[in-house]
C-alpha cells in the first residue's frame, strides 16, 4: 500500500479553496476492490462544513472493472463530555431555530412519544421545523409497502405522520448526544436562553463502545490491574537510584502528544504544576498549534474538590484589577450582571490568565458558541445584539465600563488575586456555601464510591 500527502505540514481539515489548492489537497491510497478483488484508487479530501464538523470525503476507482463508490464519513473530534439539549419550542419562531444534528445523537418529543434512535440518520444542519419534516420523510418511504404487507400497520404510522404534520407549539424536544457535537441555537445569544437548557455528562462505559472509544475488554483490564495491586500491596517495595521525586517533577515541564481541537494536526501540550499563593495547587496545560497556528492553556485543580462551593465576586473600579491574576476552573460559572451576561459551568474550560485576559477569551469564545449570529446570513436584529454586547465587553476591557464580575464555582476551585494579600480585599467578597444536590451532580460526587472498594 502507498500513500502520498503532497500537502505538507497543513492542518488535516480545510476549508474547500478550489482555486488556490486544486487537486494536490486529496490523498491517494492503492486499496482492494471488493468487486473485482484487483487493486484500485480511493482518494480522501478532509475538509470542514462551516458551523458543523469536519468530513472525510471518499472516492474508490478501479480501473480494472470500472467499479466506482463515493461517500462521507464524519472526521469530527469527539468532546470529553456528551451533552443533552432540552429545548422548549414555546411560539412559530422556535420552530425556525437552527439546529446541528450529529450522526450519534438521539431525537426525542416526550409529548407524542417520538424518537429517532442514534445512528439512524446521517448528520444534518438543519431548523426544528427541518428536523420534524425530514422524520415525516422517513416515515412515509416505506409506507406503500406496508399498505399491501401489514395494513394495520401501516394505517397506525399513517395517524403518526399526521400528528407530526399538525405538531405545534409548545413541546419540548431533547437532542441527547454522547458525542457533544450537537447545537439548538440561542436566540437570546449572547445572553441565556431561558427556552434551552444544555447539561454536558460523563458518557457510560456502553456509549463509549458505541463511539469506538472502548474495546468492551476494560472491566478485565481494570481486574488484572487490580489483582496486581494487591500483590503489590502484600510485599514492601522498594526504590533506589534514579527516581523522580515529586518535587523534580513540580519543577519539571512535561510534554505529550495530541491533535489540535481545530484543524486536528498533530500538536504537542506542555503541562507544570504551579503552586498559585495564598491558593493550591494547580496543573497548567498549554497547546500551540504549528499547522493552523492556534493556541490554547487550560487548568486542573491539583487538589480535587472542596467540601464547599465558592462565589467571588469582584468590582472593577480601575485599570490595575483588569491585571489581576484569575483561575477560572472547568466547574466555573462567570456572570457579569450589569449586562445580563452569564457563561454556565462547563463553558470556556479551565483558565489561568488575567481577568483582561479572561474577558478576551470569552469574546473569541462568543462566536463559537453562537455561529448562527455571526455572518452575513444572521437575522439583523440578533447581529445588532451581538454587536452591541461586544462593544460593552470592548469599554469593559478599556475600563470605560465599571461592572462586577462573579465567579460562581460549585467545586470551590477558582480564585482572583487579591492585591491586598494577606489583607481582605475591600473590592472582592468570597462566600463560601453548600452545593446543591444538582450540584453534587453535575460534579459526579453522588455516584463516587468513597469506601469498601474490595
Request: include cysteine.
Amino acid at each position: 500500500m502507498s500513500t502520498e500527502q503532497p500537502y505538507g505540514n497543513a492542518p488535516l481539515f480545510r476549508d474547500l479553496q478550489g482555486d488556490e489548492i486544486g487537486d494536490l489537497e486529496a490523498t491517494q491510497i492503492e486499496s482492494l476492490c471488493m468487486n473485482c478483488h484487483e487493486n484500485g484508487m480511493t482518494r480522501l479530501l478532509l475538509t470542514k462544513i462551516p458551523f458543523f464538523q469536519e468530513i472525510v470525503i471518499s472516492s474508490f476507482d478501479c480501473e480494472h472493472c470500472h467499479f466506482s463508490n463515493n461517500e462521507v464519513q464524519p472526521g469530527g473530534r469527539i468532546q470529553d463530555k456528551g451533552c443533552r439539549i432540552v429545548c422548549k419550542i414555546q411560539t412559530p419562531e422556535d420552530m425556525s431555530r437552527q439546529v446541528v444534528k450529529s450522526d450519534s445523537a438521539s431525537l426525542r418529543i416526550p409529548e407524542l412519544d417520538f424518537e429517532i434512535p442514534a445512528n439512524s440518520q446521517k448528520g444534518i444542519l438543519t431548523t426544528v421545523e427541518g428536523l420534524i419534516s425530514r422524520a415525516v420523510m422517513g416515515l412515509e418511504q416505506d409506507q406503500p409497502v406496508r399498505r399491501i404487507m401489514h395494513p394495520e400497520a401501516a394505517e397506525q404510522i399513517d395517524g403518526f405522520i399526521g400528528k407530526l404534520k399538525n405538531l405545534q407549539p409548545p413541546f419540548q424536544m431533547i437532542l441527547d448526544d454522547p458525542t457533544g457535537n450537537s447545537y439548538i441555537e440561542n436566540l437570546m445569544a449572547p445572553k441565556k436562553d431561558p427556552s434551552v437548557e444544555t447539561q454536558h455528562y460523563t458518557r457510560t462505559h456502553e456509549q463509549d463502545q458505541q463511539l469506538g472509544l472502548s474495546d468492551g475488554n476494560e472491566g478485565e483490564l481494570q481486574q488484572e490491574a487490580a489483582e496486581a495491586e494487591g500483590q503489590r500491596s502484600g510485599s514492601e517495595v522498594t526504590v533506589s537510584g534514579g527516581g523522580d521525586t515529586d518535587e523534580d517533577v513540580k519543577d519539571e515541564v512535561l510534554q505529550f502528544a495530541v491533535n489540535c481541537s481545530e484543524c486536528n494536526s498533530p500538536a504537542k501540550t506542555n503541562m507544570k504544576v504551579v503552586n498559585i499563593p495564598y491558593f493550591k495547587e494547580v496543573i497548567i496545560m498549554a497547546m500551540v498549534c504549528e499547522a493552523c497556528g492556534y493556541r490554547t492553556n487550560e487548568v486542573k485543580s491539583g487538589a480535587g474538590i472542596e467540601p464547599k462551593g465558592r462565589k467571588l465576586s469582584l468590582k472593577i473600579t480601575d485599570s490595575s484589577d483588569l491585571s489581576r491574576d484569575v483561575l477560572k476552573s472547568e466547574t466555573c460559572g462567570f456572570m457579569i450582571p450589569e449586562i445580563g451576561f452569564e457563561l454556565t459551568m462547563g463553558t470556556l474550560g479551565g483558565k489561568f490568565t488575567t481577568l483582561e485576559g479572561l474577558l478576551g477569551n470569552i469574546k473569541d469564545q462568543l462566536s463559537r458558541m453562537h455561529p448562527f449570529v455571526m455572518g452575513d446570513s444572521a437575522p439583523n436584529e440578533r447581529a445588532e445584539k451581538m454587536k452591541e454586547f461586544l462593544e460593552k465587553l470592548d469599554k469593559i476591557i478599556a475600563c470605560e465600563l465599571k461592572v462586577t464580575v462573579v465567579l460562581d464555582d460549585p467545586a470551590g476551585n477558582s480564585y482572583i488575586q487579591n492585591v491586598y494579600a494577606p489583607d481582605p480585599d475591600p473590592e472582592m467578597v468570597v462566600e463560601e456555601y453548600d452545593r446543591t444536590a444538582e450540584q453534587n451532580d453535575e460534579l459526579g460526587i453522588t455516584d463516587m464510591r468513597t469506601e469498601n472498594y474490595t
